[in-house]
């Protein structure tokens, strides 16, 4: 039972930030412990990613059947998927429907997004306070507050003058847009701009795309479940799941256990055409397994690609610009599309070179580079996220003594095992920095971080433990085997949000944990067996 500890502060067993895929199932584990759970939720509607992004084309890009829970079997029977990779509408629905089926909003509030969180040393709790004044206090405090959901806008000089609309992919507006006669430009082209493009772009009055950075994109090859397949999926769910938890990133896909150079020229290409054909992650994470590690395995693999996309583009100039050759294959966020390359065969649709001639400005009617000025009635940033980090840091969190968090992850942020961190007290993260879930199909790591977490709160209810706090050699010790991880690969070579080089002034440091999730598991089940190893608990 909650507990009044003054006339305008509610206290609670533990307080859940987000509601998206692991905010609900934290409400859903919590509620089954006989805990009083407040939940805090900035969207006015549950779904997290499925709930901000409802841009034109945003879908899964993991087999829907391996995104979903895997808790449940009321869920698994009840529940059917339309399509290989489902779309946004469908998704939110998904997560509305896990939602109703376990009354999970009863201690959600909506619209509620949380400026601060303060641990009260004496009391061993944490105080919280939305940004609208509603304050609540718990033991615990639970971040689900996501990997990629702090949206990062460039600072571009003069866009308070322009006059048509902004905004960001994450924030498309909720009501029906119509392109068919607009002057759009987007700044980006990353995977959720990839998805955008290709959708917007076949019914849109002009389309100018804003690139920095090519990307090596695959196609999805999606389509809609049959009869037969549905019920071949709902027989397989149990070998799928323990499929997932074996694999490197926990998808259906794995990598091959040959080298590029141990086959012949030939089965290599066959290989790749084979596993190029295959639906989702299947060519970048069941590919050889030295092409994230070795620099000319990886550039056959790469070159592969860029025919591939040489023969979609009618342009040969435009084909150049499209294919990638400033960074290695797979060490940025692999895009999927469904029709992507063939968008730019289009007369409307125009593509820019950020390099040649980067944006200098905005201006009343559009944006303003070296080259020329271009009018704009919509300008849209598919310009990322501030990742893994952003989501917390924009919060004023502050632990034992006052520390602040965003101070201590300045340099380089660090939580052992990815899920909690010296200093912060009874502070539980999923998705945060060096969580298995951070490199992952999500949802498959997110399963594991909530049960994981609630099982320790189970354990210190069980033995009396009111504190818990991670050790700084074992955070140390567990840093430094990831960052060593990440090191033998090409993944830190590079640019990209794994290292956190898309926001201006952020520490160039590897965000993510690259040891495969496998040995994450293993990991977080040594210390729970041996009494949260790692952890002190008082």
């Not at 076949?202 to 549905?230: A, M, W």
């Not at 990209?496 to 977080?524: A, D, T």
Request: aromatic share 14%.
């Amino acid at each position: 039972m909650n507990e009044s500890i003054s006339n305008d502060v509610e206290r609670f067993d533990a307080i859940v930030i987000g509601a998206g895929v692991a905010g609900l199932y934290f409400h859903y584990r919590l509620r089954k412990l006989g805990l009083s759970v407040r939940g805090f939720e900035a969207g006015s509607g549950v779904g997290g990613t499925w709930y901000w992004n409802r841009y034109p084309g945003a879908r899964f890009d993991s087999e829907s059947y391996s995104y979903g829970y895997s808790f449940s079997q009321e869920i698994l029977d009840e529940w059917q998927w339309s399509e290989h990779f489902s779309g946004q509408p469908e998704n939110e629905r998904y997560l509305n429907f896990v939602a109703d089926k376990f009354d999970l909003r009863r201690d959600i509030h909506f619209n509620a997004r949380v400026a601060s969180a303060v641990f009260d040393s004496v009391n061993r709790i944490w105080r919280v306070e939305t940004e609208s004044g509603e304050r609540a206090s718990a033991r615990f405090l639970i971040q689900a507050t996501g990997v990629l959901s702090a949206p990062y806008i460039p600072t571009i000089e003069g866009a308070d003058h322009y006059r048509g609309e902004t905004w960001h992919t994450s924030t498309w507006p909720r009501r029906a847009v119509d392109l068919s006669d607009k002057r759009v430009g987007v700044i980006g082209t990353g995977a959720t701009a990839v998805q955008m493009i290709t959708e917007i772009s076949k019914n849109i009055g002009d389309l100018t795309v804003f690139q920095r950075t090519p990307n090596y994109c695959k196609p999805l090859f999606n389509s809609k479940i049959t009869p037969e397949e549905q019920i071949n999926i709902k027989a397989s769910y149990p070998e799928m799941f323990a499929r997932c938890n074996s694999t490197f990133g926990g998808f259906l896909h794995d990598f091959d256990e040959r080298k590029v150079f141990d086959v012949s020229a030939e089965e290599r290409t066959a290989f790749y055409e084979k596993t190029w054909n295959e639906k989702g992650f299947a060519f970048w994470l069941g590919c050889f397994s030295d092409i994230l590690t070795d620099v000319a395995a990886n550039e056959t693999v790469a070159e592969f690609v860029r025919k591939k996309i040489r023969e979609r583009v009618n342009d040969p100039e435009v084909a150049e610009l499209l294919a990638p050759k400033c960074h290695p294959f797979g060490t940025k966020r692999q895009p999927m599309e469904s029709g992507y390359y063939e968008a730019y065969n289009r007369e409307n649709v125009h593509l820019i070179d950020l390099h040649k001639t980067p944006i200098e400005r905005f201006t009343e009617k559009g944006l303003q580079t070296t080259d020329k000025e271009y009018e704009f009635d919509i300008v849209i940033y598919a310009t990322g996220f501030d990742a893994v980090t952003g989501a917390l840091t924009r919060i004023d969190i502050r632990g034992e003594n006052g520390a602040v968090l965003k101070d201590r992850w300045h340099e380089s942020p660090s939580a052992y095992l990815g899920m909690c961190t010296v200093g912060f007290p009874n502070m539980f993260i999923t998705g945060g920095p060096h969580n298995s879930s951070s490199f992952c199909n999500i949802p498959r790591c997110l399963e594991q971080n909530v049960e994981w977490i609630t099982d320790c709160i189970a354990y210190m209810q069980a033995h009396g433990h009111t504190r818990i706090e991670a050790n700084q050699d074992a955070e140390d010790a567990w840093t430094d085997f990831v960052l060593k991880s990440a090191d033998e690969t090409l993944l830190t070579k590079v640019d990209n949000w794994f290292m956190g080089s898309n926001i201006p002034g952020k520490k160039r440091v590897f965000l993510n944990y690259v040891g495969g999730v496998p040995l994450f598991r293993e990991r977080c089940d040594e210390s729970a067996a041996n009494g949260y190893a790692g952890f002190t608990l008082a």
